[in-house]
């Protein structure tokens, strides 16, 4: 409409003469208004140009009874909160400026300072500066005392009618002023101004728009309250530093802008990553110390129960034969597992070196720390595995039965399977859950923690060996068990595999066919002691190259 510059009666009936011609043919559903003149214009024209339309305004400059029709979001200018802001920053300033101009809106301004300094119940030494002309203000202000300080409202329009904008007349008058510029609204930031308690077009844009959303669904505009505008504390971390104002004095939800580069700082998810990268070496180092020493501790027995089985030669070769092997899988499996902790750790480190790069593009620093992100997740997964292996081969593992809702398990399922598959690339595939007809088992009482653990190695199984197709999971009811079921559409496993594949520490010792998919070979070995704690049975038909399905009983 741009009324800032014309605004005569002459020109408003003009205006609504062209837009009730404009839009004669037109209806809309919700009409948005962003000033007061805006606002004024559709009290007096709405329901001749466009009908009874519902509106919403925002930037009104003072809280007014609001009509049928109408709601919106008025200007919380927070004057007082920005003068507490002076007050700390400056304790020993001499005399608060206020600048405005002559406008409606200037004297709006004015008002509303001279009503919360009142309301502060505090001696302020304060005078409005209300010039005809930007010369004139530049003037006043070139001329002001050192201790001074300014609260700068606007200066749109002189005495002759020429019209600045907001960051215009700004621009024009900071050179001449040596004093610290505070304001409430946000398009002095970047030009010279310190901050403040700020009103933005931003925040107040967001809130017409939820309400807008409302409207536009079917809401009476009328059971909408209008609200104030939310306001923020922002400052330029330049004049901060220019006028030597102390940023621990600023509120703590405060926003700083034009802060000089920190890496820390900007890199937050780096420095977190690398220092939980850290702490996962520290705790892998550990466990695997512990897993020394009970590798020594059974070495011991077994020599031990060696010696005890001489007077039997054939028993002894047996026995001597299985430990040799034992030592074999579990000297593979170490060296395994060095190289599985290596390959994410050569990720991790490599990666937090690219991202300390500064001139990295936002796109790659994201594609970075997704990289390390997932190798970390790898990680952690090997830690809990040993862990797990070790407490089984101990006897420690303890079973907590609870109650475990089946429509639950099957929700956290699916959301497993989208994790697991993030961290997998090129995989094109979908899972399909199936479920009995008959569904009188809702729930059962099982561990529920170890059953969705189980569940986990069977899925990231299928989707380790399988690169296109499906994967299927669901149960049935047998007897008074439920049989659950992951089936794929992967590789299959061949028929010399078949017999060993749940045996512990074998995925190290399998053909370089097999091992180029990675993993421990502790995923399986692991489901299946689970399993028989939790009082069922394991067993799975696979054919090569056609898939693999695996079944489990729990009894419910």
């Not at 669901?474 to 007897?479: S, T």
């Amino acid at each position: 409409m741009d009324t800032k510059r014309h605004f005569s009666k002459d020109y408003l009936n003009t205006i609504a003469k062209f837009y009730k011609e404009k839009y004669k043919n037109k209806t809309f559903d919700l009409i948005i208004s962003t000033d007061n003149n805006a606002y004024d214009f559709l009290l007096k024209y709405n329901e001749e140009i466009f009908g009874r339309v519902p509106v919403l305004f925002s930037g009104i400059n003072s809280i007014i009874t609001v009509p049928k029709g109408y709601s919106g979001v008025f200007e919380n200018i927070n004057f007082c909160s920005t003068i507490h802001l002076i007050e700390e920053n400056h304790p020993n300033f001499s005399e608060l400026i206020v600048v405005s101009d002559k406008t409606t809106t200037g004297k709006a301004m004015v008002q509303f300072v001279e009503n919360d300094i009142k309301k502060m119940n505090e001696s302020i030494r304060y005078r409005i500066i209300q010039p005809d002309n930007i010369p004139n203000l530049q003037k006043e202000l070139s001329s002001l005392n050192e201790n001074s300080i300014v609260l700068y409202l606007l200066f749109n329009r002189d005495s002759e009618g020429k019209y600045y904008t907001y960051e215009n007349s700004f621009r024009e008058i900071m050179p001449y002023c040596k004093v610290p510029i505070y304001c409430v609204w946000d398009f002095y930031m970047t030009h010279g101004a310190v901050g403040g308690a700020l009103i933005t077009g931003r925040n107040q844009g967001k809130q017409v728009s939820e309400m807008a959303k409302r409207v536009l669904s079917g809401t009476n505009i009328d059971d909408i309250p209008p609200k104030l505008a939310e306001y923020e504390y922002c400052f330029d971390y330049k004049q901060l530093t220019h006028f030597d104002i102390d940023k621990a004095k600023l509120p703590k939800d405060s926003r700083i802008i034009n802060e000089p580069y920190s890496f820390v700082r900007e890199n937050k998810e780096i420095v977190v990553l690398t220092l939980t990268v850290l702490i996962l070496l520290t705790i892998i180092i550990i466990v695997m110390t512990i897993n020394i020493h009970l590798r020594k501790v059974r070495a011991q027995k077994e020599k031990a129960h060696l010696l005890e089985i001489k007077v039997n030669h054939e028993s002894l070769k047996i026995a001597k034969e299985a430990a040799e092997e034992s030592s074999r899988l579990k000297s593979a499996f170490l060296a395994n597992m060095s190289h599985e902790i290596r390959t994410p750790m050569n990720a991790i480190l490599g990666f937090t070196d690219l991202l300390s790069g500064e001139d990295l593009v936002k796109v790659k620093r994201t594609r970075f720390i997704s990289i390390i992100q997932r190798n970390t997740k790898h990680l952690l997964r090997l830690i809990s595995d040993i862990l797990d292996i070790s407490k089984i081969e101990t006897n420690q593992l303890k079973i907590v039965k609870n109650k475990c809702v089946l429509d639950d398990l099957f929700v956290n399922l699916n959301e497993i399977y989208i994790a697991i598959l993030d961290l997998h690339d090129n995989k094109e595939l979908s899972i399909i859950t199936t479920l009995p007809d008959d569904r009188s088992i809702t729930e059962l009482n099982t561990d529920t923690m170890r059953l969705l653990q189980i569940f986990n190695n069977l899925i990231e199984n299928s989707i380790k060996f399988t690169t296109l197709g499906t994967i299927e999971i669901g149960y049935d009811i047998k007897g008074d068990f439920l049989q659950f079921f992951v089936k794929d559409t992967g590789i299959g496993i061949s028929e010399d595999k078949q017999k060993i594949i749940f045996d512990r520490f074998r995925q190290a010792d399998l053909n370089a066919d097999t091992r180029k998919y990675g993993g421990t070979g502790l995923g399986l070995a692991i489901s299946k002691s689970l399993v028989e704690l939790l009082g069922g049975e394991i067993w799975f038909i696979s054919n090569p190259e056609e898939g693999t399905s695996f079944y489990f009983t729990i009894p419910f």
